[in-house]
């Protein structure tokens, strides 16, 4: 019997403002897309943590059995710098700035992101689609829009006809916002726009002669609005309904709108049965946000390189800190948070380590079965991790109290806890015993410390040949050496 079927998740779903249960369309089926970074710059924090939200979900749903298609997309057009579909897109924006290709921005940023999930461990989603990619089954779904009458063309420009569609179902479904509210709230047209109202969101947009990034469409050469990407590529891999959509709250209004409006438009039934939107990380009580400089890199995290903290932290303790809050959380970013979340990761890596070592008796002081059973609860009442992480923790006061002789386990119990310690911080939650760790761990800064001192060896020594080897060789694996009057100091990369 697969564990799906001896475990009932409830998810807070944002459309309904509720604890559902979980029921996926297909038995032992899910169908999950979230909306992927804007590929125009470094991945922050803020990003990170969302994208995390979704890993640990992905593996839960996993570990249950369940077969799951995870879709999670790569925006590489389309996204402007506003959401009123004005200013530049992104990539162009920065292509210019660059005098590169906004190819060249697309793939440096990928990779960028890529690198960096790969440090935190995160588990590669099914599929990875592009808006580039997609155009053609964009600008289909665009056809049909028209054809449904939901989108009107203007000066090779297609928008898509919020007023319209909301006579006949309410847009601001998934926000809790009313059209009347949204047409108080919005400033008037400024007579440059070619839209009917502001709400009106763009389907197509006719690119200006010096815009790069351009595809050829019924209507002009143009490109596609940054709300339909994810409707034609969630529509194209999970169907026209699928279990669940995911993203950063911030994307619940317009993005998420949208995308309910624009498949509604077509299918004329919802696309969505689970919205879950993940809360933001913030730093000095803001959003992190690359647009305001209020972000820290991960790689800053790693290499302790930044004015928010005192010292490097490894991948996972980063990974235990924002796994203490719950997903639908505003989480603080702060030095003293990650300081407490490295002891307690330590703590609970000590006593795995533990395990192996652990004397058995003829009977267990401590009930296994029932302890298990409240760590998939924490899991199944809308993915609590902190509340897991906590039940963890009561395992790992068993372990200190069997390895002081005040508690007692029987073998058959031992082999018990250990799988089920193992499956849920290891293959759940998606932390790596540190000891596999290298990047920034205390043991890397702890050996290029050696290096470093060698370094300063060889050059008292005036053998420059051997220090500058050692400075190279560490720059060839990632490892930066900074010289400077109060000493050498190292990053990583
Ligand atoms: P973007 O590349 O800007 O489209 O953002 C990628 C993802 O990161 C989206 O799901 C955003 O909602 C999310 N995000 C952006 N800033 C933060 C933040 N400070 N905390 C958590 N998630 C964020
Ligand atoms: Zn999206």
Redesign the pocket.
């Known amino acids: 019997m697969p564990l799906y079927d001896t475990q009932t998740i409830k998810i807070y779903n944002s459309l309904s403002g509720e604890k559902e249960v979980f029921k996926p369309i297909n038995e032992g089926y899910v169908g999950m897309y979230v909306?992927g970074?804007?590929v125009y710059s470094n991945v922050h924090l803020?990003?990170v943590?969302?994208f995390m939200s979704f890993d640990v979900i992905f593996r839960y749903l996993k570990h249950l059995g369940y077969k799951v298609r995870y879709v999670r997309n790569i925006?590489d057009a389309g996204h402007l710098e506003n959401d009123a579909d004005e200013g530049e897109d992104r990539i162009a924006k920065k292509a210019r700035l660059e005098a590169i290709e906004p190819m060249e921005v697309v793939q440096r940023y990928t990779v960028d992101f890529h690198n960096i999930l790969n440090k935190f461990n995160f588990l590669p989603p099914s599929i990875e689609p592009t808006a580039t990619g997609h155009i053609i089954e964009q600008i289909e779904l665009i056809k049909t829009i028209i054809d449904n009458g939901m989108a009107y063309v203007v000066n090779g420009s297609v928008y898509f006809d919020v007023h319209k569609y909301n006579e006949s179902k309410p847009y601001g479904i998934l926000s809790k916002r009313k059209l009347e509210d949204l047409i108080h709230n919005t400033r008037a047209l400024d007579g440059q726009s070619d839209k009917r109202n502001p709400q009106d969101f763009a389907l197509w947009k006719k690119a200006e002669p010096q815009h790069i990034m351009r595809w050829p469409s019924p209507w002009s050469d143009g490109f596609p609005g940054w709300h339909l990407e994810c409707t034609a590529m969630s529509t194209k891999y999970l169907g026209e309904q699928f279990d669940i959509h995911g993203?950063?709250?911030?994307?619940k209004f317009p993005h998420h709108e949208c995308e309910i409006a624009q498949a509604e438009a077509c299918n004329d039934h919802s696309p969505v049965n689970y919205w879950l939107h993940?809360n933001?990380?913030?730093m000095n009580g803001k959003?992190?946000?690359k647009s305001t400089g209020n972000f820290i890199l991960p790689n800053e995290i790693f290499s302790g390189d930044n004015p928010h903290i005192t010292k490097a932290y490894a991948p996972s303790v980063a990974r235990f800190f924002m796994l203490q809050a719950h997903y639908r959380s505003i989480l603080d970013f702060t030095n003293n948070g990650l300081l407490a979340s490295e002891k307690g990761f330590f703590r609970l890596m000590d006593a795995i380590n533990l395990i192996e070592d652990l004397k058995t008796s003829d009977s267990s002081s401590f009930n296994v079965s029932e302890w298990k059973q409240k760590c998939y609860d924490a899991m199944n009442d809308d993915f609590n991790t902190p509340i897991l992480i906590a039940t963890l923790f009561d395992a790992v006061k068993f372990i200190n109290q069997i390895k002081d002789g005040s508690a007692t386990i029987t073998k058959e119990d031992l082999g018990l806890l250990k799988e089920t310690l193992e499956n849920f911080t290891f293959d759940i939650l998606g932390l790596v015993n540190v000891s596999k760790e290298s990047t920034g761990s205390d043991k890397l800064s702890g050996a290029v410390e050696i290096l470093i001192n060698l370094r300063k060896e060889a050059r008292q020594n005036k053998d420059f040949a051997l220090s500058d080897k050692i400075r190279d060789e560490l720059a060839e694996v990632g490892i930066q050496l900074n010289d400077s009057r109060e000493g050498t100091t190292f990053t990583t990369n």
């Open positions: 909306c970074p804007t803020g990003n943590r969302t925006t993203g950063g709250m911030d994307l993940a933001m990380l913030i959003k992190m946000a």
